[in-house]
């Protein structure tokens, strides 16, 4: 150790939500945590749509008022399908937990930095603009060496590394533990839109899914007016781009006529599109002796049912207790590890099964036409607001409505086969996009 090395209980590599939560949680047990975030809060994120479980989280980490001051109300979702002449509206009121009945769209840069700032307020250390290059583990803890954004060199040894890098995936990269999820494959377009048309009253501030031919859109509206419009389509449609990102945008929302309708009084904000790609992955394991990965450094799905922040920040809180357990009771971890390791897997899993379907006609007729027999669609309004690490008894009433979806399946060779082989055609790996996270504006 060189005398220009620095100690710290907890260092965390990367100040979002996931990084954020966990570093504030340590903190405030009066553990020295570093947290490092390469960029500066507050920076551009996109991820805007929160769930209703998020403000469980958001109350015990002591920021839910914060963050109702830039939220706009969600109360629901609606869906909208070019299959269908009518649109549905489901409200998380109809959930199984009746007081779980609204969420926030927010701009993350708001969010993000509100979160980084309380976990200064509850005594982390926190550095911005400092990039983690290297860690290097051995039997008492991690050697972290960083870099200022003025190239100036620093390094700490740790107890315990968290690593929250997000889509970095700074730990899972190196140990090669990161692993393309061999189910799924999509890539998004996305902007902020002026001007957009939208409900009126409590239907203000829902998520609209619309599905298209190459996917299906988002359509997110924030409290300062500003709409935010993305299109998640698989990898075969932005790899045929041959113009520039905001005119293929154009052409793309385009084919979604009820969007388009919309949108048709709206600019697009500053011209500014970005895309990115290949996003679905997973990684052997999420902790070992001297480490664990939160959030998106462990794994990432898809965005359709806004899931990523409340998972990020679940695992957060899942995860302080791991570190805490370790740094005091380093013999008796085993278990909890084992826990934190199911408790990774389980949320991303239960999304899963529906977002690997959500593009199927039989799962987009169940979403057309809700209905509730043995309170199926209570448990899947539950799914939708993040409430399923709460011991809702959901889960009977989901096998059901599994089954359902295979019994129609059946009920319908022909559709469900050739369902079978679009998605097979449509989640095809066909390399990485031409500068994978690309933004444009003009
Ligand atoms: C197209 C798309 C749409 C999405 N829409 C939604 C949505 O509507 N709702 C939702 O809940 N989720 C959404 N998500 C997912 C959501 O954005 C993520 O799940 C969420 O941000 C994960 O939080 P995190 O803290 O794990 O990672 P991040 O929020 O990515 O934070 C990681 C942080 O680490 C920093 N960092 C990375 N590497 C280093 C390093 N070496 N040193 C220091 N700092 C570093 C980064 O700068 C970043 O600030 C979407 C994702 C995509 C791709």
Partial sequence: MTSNTQTCDVLVIGGGPAGSTAAALLARQGRHVVMLEKAHHPRFHIGESLLPANLPLFEKLGVLEQVEKIGMPKWGVEFVSPDHDHQVRLEFGEGWNKSLDRAWQVRRSDLDEILFRHAAAEGAETIEGCRVKAVDFDDDGATVQAVLDDGAPRTWRARFVIDASGRDTFLSTRLKAKQKNDKHNSTAL?????????????????????????????????????????????????????????????????????????????????????????????????????????????????????????????????????????????????????????????????????????????????????????????????????????????????????????????????????????????????????????????
């Avoid at 990115?276 to 450094?297: E, I, P, V």
């Avoid at 357990?325 to 380093?330: C, E, I, T």
């Avoid at 096998?399 to 086969?417: A, D, E, F, Q, S």
Wanted: proline content about 5%.
């Fill in 190 to 442: 996305f902007g902020h839109f002026a001007n957009a048309e939208r409900g009126e009253g409590k239907l203000e501030g829902n998520i609209t899914i619309f599905w298209f031919a190459h996917g299906w859109f988002w359509y997110i509206p924030l409290a300062d007016g500003t709409t935010s419009i993305g299109a998640v389509c698989w990898p075969y449609y932005l790899k045929s781009r041959t113009k520039p990102l905001a005119e293929f945008f154009a052409d793309t929302i385009a084919m979604c006529p009820a969007l388009g309708e919309r949108l048709k009084h709206a600019t697009l904000v500053d011209d500014a599109v970005y895309a990115t790609g290949n996003y679905s992955y997973t990684s052997t394991h999420a902790s070992g002796d001297r480490y664990l990965m939160l959030g998106d450094a462990f794994t990432f799905v898809d965005p359709v049912f806004s899931s990523g922040v409340y998972l990020a920040m679940h695992s957060a809180f899942e995860g302080a207790d791991l570190v805490a357990a370790r740094l005091d009771a380093p013999g008796k971890v085993a278990a909890l590890r084992k826990r934190f390791e199911r408790d990774m897997r389980f949320g991303p899993r239960e999304f899963s099964w529906f977002i690997y379907r959500v593009t199927n006609p039989t799962m987009r007729d169940f979403f057309m036409y809700p209905q509730n027999p043995l309170r199926v669609k209570e448990a899947l309004m539950a799914l939708l607001a993040g409430d399923i690490h709460n011991r809702t008894p959901i889960w009977a009433s989901l096998r059901v409505l599994k089954t359902m979806y295979y019994v129609v399946c059946g009920l319908n060779p022909r559709r469900t086969w050739d369902a079978w082989q679009r998605r097979r055609r449509n989640i095809r790996d066909l390399g990485p996009l031409v500068g994978e996270n690309i933004a444009e504006a003009r």
